[in-house]
DNA sequence: TACAACTGAATGAGCATTCATTCGGCGGCG
DNA sequence: CGCCGCCGAATGAATGCTCATTCAGTTGTA
């Protein structure tokens, strides 16, 4: 029922100049901050008038939500079918981890607004955070439980602790590559993240290059 | 030198008001955000006239950087001085994370600036990225070299991935912390935090408390 | 002609910043 | 010692500008 886009009025306008302002609003929040973005930036990026605008989105902070929630629905619904394919836990989140890395990986302006934009006030990150970030982390929180379920992952650990480090790792590591001038692709980073989730630094043995320690 | 924050002019006001309207800052952005709080929300706040406010600031976004500034100067020469002291770069990951979790967790206001305000434009986030955060990503860094380079560390995982996934994992767990309602000490998660950063979910068949590294 | 989609100039609210004015305290002078 | 006049901090109303939003009018199509 919230944020579904399209503004209150009739007959369902143009499906493509829809997306079309979408996008160009996220380009321009991208590069200028949502509270330093003009309607007129994005009607002018969009190539169209700036009242045009007002008849695909109520207003302003519509558009903000329509694009965050748009993305993150799509994420989440093909997310979920992946992972529920795999056995594992471990695989599990290894295939989040790429998953995640990878559709901002692949949208970089989509990236800075869910990086920067997003978290702009507690009142955006809170609201965002009850309705979505909770989902994914549902998601994540359902794959630890499970390892711990089965012996596989610790359980000394706290399975909310534990989602929040995951989730947190690869966040930072978006946030890092957006703020990175060097071009590299995100999604190769997921499997170190997901390693050192599941190992550690330390290496607890298991792992073929890591050193003993000190004897 | 950039933002020492006293407003270019003469004689050096009155210390106590220029901290008055700082603290007052920093709730207020903590409260709003900073493109929704008013400089007279601020010198409301800080019980003084609006105008007396640019006495001590040049303007809005001053305000912000100098209590961002300030605060990331006096924790950063805190935790180069603790860290010093340790000698094992285990030992200093532990502390850097208490010490990080322990400042955020000890001023919510402060917190919810940090985690939010400062990340509202890819501007903001790049400067203070470029002179702060690199700062204390390299204290990370140096504690995971030394690690990697007497063994205690594995050596096949990025010094720059693993730095950031530290990194990482803190920063959700402030985030988490100041979006959630529950009150519960932030600093008391720092020691499980380091422990899957250290150890992993799998745990690599050390799963006592508080691992030591080397037998 | 009728109707929907679109346009973009006009409106007006909100707010950072300025600045003419007030006020309190201090040093010098009678 | 007490009074005067100055200085600069503090004040807060006025200014001016920046947009988000609206709406009267235009365009194009059935």
Redesign the pocket.
């Known amino acids: 029922m919230p944020v579904t886009g399209n503004a209150s009025s009739?007959?369902n306008?143009?499906a493509e100049?829809y997306q079309r302002i979408l996008d160009a609003a996220v380009a321009v929040f991208a590069d200028k901050g949502f509270f330093n973005?003009?309607?007129?930036d994005i009607a002018d990026r969009a190539s169209?008038?700036?009242?045009?605008v007002?008849?695909y989105f109520k207003?302003?902070e519509e558009i903000l939500m329509t694009a965050i929630n748009t993305a993150f629905d799509a994420f989440m619904s093909h997310a979920r079918t992946e992972v529920e394919k795999l056995p594992s836990p471990a695989q599990r989140l290894r295939r989040l981890a790429f998953l995640h890395l990878n559709a901002l990986g692949s949208n970089r302006n989509l990236a800075v607004v869910f990086q920067m934009e997003l978290r702009q006030s507690t009142r955006f990150l809170s609201e965002f955070s009850h309705h979505h970030m909770v989902e994914y982390l549902r998601l994540v929180r359902a794959a630890i439980h499970e390892g711990q379920a089965s012996g596989v992952f610790r359980r000394d650990l706290s399975e909310k602790i534990a989602a929040n480090c995951f989730f947190g790792a690869l966040d930072e590591m978006v946030t890092s590559w957006v703020l990175s001038a060097h071009e590299y692709r995100l999604s190769n980073v997921a499997g170190s993240v997901v390693d050192i989730f599941l190992n550690g630094m330390q290496g607890g043995g298991n792992h073929a290059v890591a050193p003993k320690a000190i004897p």
Chains 1, 2 share one sequence.
């Open positions: 009739g007959t306008r143009n100049k973005s003009r309607i007129s169209v008038a700036d009242g045009t007002y008849l207003n302003k």
